[in-house]
């Protein structure tokens, strides 16, 4: 009786783990497919609940429980007689432990699994916490290739910009070309400055000729019409003697 209470009790701790296990699963169905099921998915949940209850796979068959319940009710039934059956009640005896090491055999079945689903989670939750922690060292990884590729472009900026540079310089001339150019534009300008200089002095002696001549044009414009003057008045006063000598003939 002790065993079949243990035996019963472990059944029981069982059943709950994998009945909340069954109802999470029974809960995450899809109304869509519900149809495909050969019971109402409202009592999806009961009919697994049951069938993990009593050991049952498919709704035929007469429950391991109840079978063995069956097989200790005959045991004690057949020991409680007063009659002379000790070979009857060492069959049932024997029915009953056979029985009952079916029954437990799929309990410890099931311990396994539970014992494995542990692990199973453990490793997960370890798996989980490492990809975790992979994916925090990706994302870091990828500000740090971030600022990489920033400073790469600035770098690959700067180095394009020193090419073009490197390119203008190469197409201008050797420096002593460009010494020998200038040497000759500051001899070419020296030049150029002498004779505005000498430009510029024959300008003045032109200025100073035209003056000059200016005002001889002016003194002899002026002597011409003094003389030109005097030469009226020379001729009014040979007229003048004239006509007074004419008159005096007379």
């Not at 007074?244 to 003939?249: K, N, T």
Request: hydrophobic share 35%; glycine share 2%; charged share 35%.
């Amino acid at each position: 009786m002790n065993c079949v209470c243990s035996a019963d009790s472990k059944h029981k701790s069982v059943v709950v783990k994998m009945s909340v296990r069954a109802r999470r699963i029974v809960s995450g169905r899809s109304d869509t497919v519900a149809a495909n099921y050969a019971f109402d998915p409202l009592n999806d949940d009961k009919i697994i609940r049951n069938r993990l209850l009593t050991r049952t796979t498919t709704t035929r068959g007469e429950p391991p429980l109840k079978k063995l319940q069956k097989k200790f009710t005959s045991f004690v039934i057949e020991l409680d007689k007063e009659e002379d059956n000790y070979s009857d009640c060492g069959r049932l005896a024997k029915a009953f432990l056979q029985e009952l090491s079916a029954f437990e055999i799929p309990l410890l079945k099931s311990q396994a699994v539970v014992a494995a689903n542990l692990r199973e989670k453990e490793n997960f939750n370890e798996l989980k916490d490492e990809t975790n922690r992979q994916i925090m060292q990706a994302q870091a990884d990828i500000e740090d290739l971030k600022k990489q590729l920033e400073e790469s472009k600035i770098e690959r900026q700067h180095k394009e910009e020193c090419e073009a540079i490197r390119k203008l310089i190469s197409a201008q001339p050797p420096r002593s070309e460009t010494q020998k150019v200038i040497h000759e534009l500051k001899k070419e300008i020296a030049e150029l400055e002498a004779e505005n200089t000498a430009s510029w002095r024959l300008l003045e002696l032109r200025k100073k000729q035209f003056a000059l001549l200016l005002h001889v044009v002016d003194e002899l414009q002026e002597t011409m019409e003094d003389e030109q003057k005097n030469m009226v008045e020379e001729m009014q006063r040979n007229i003048t003697a004239d006509g007074a000598e004419a008159m005096s003939i007379d």
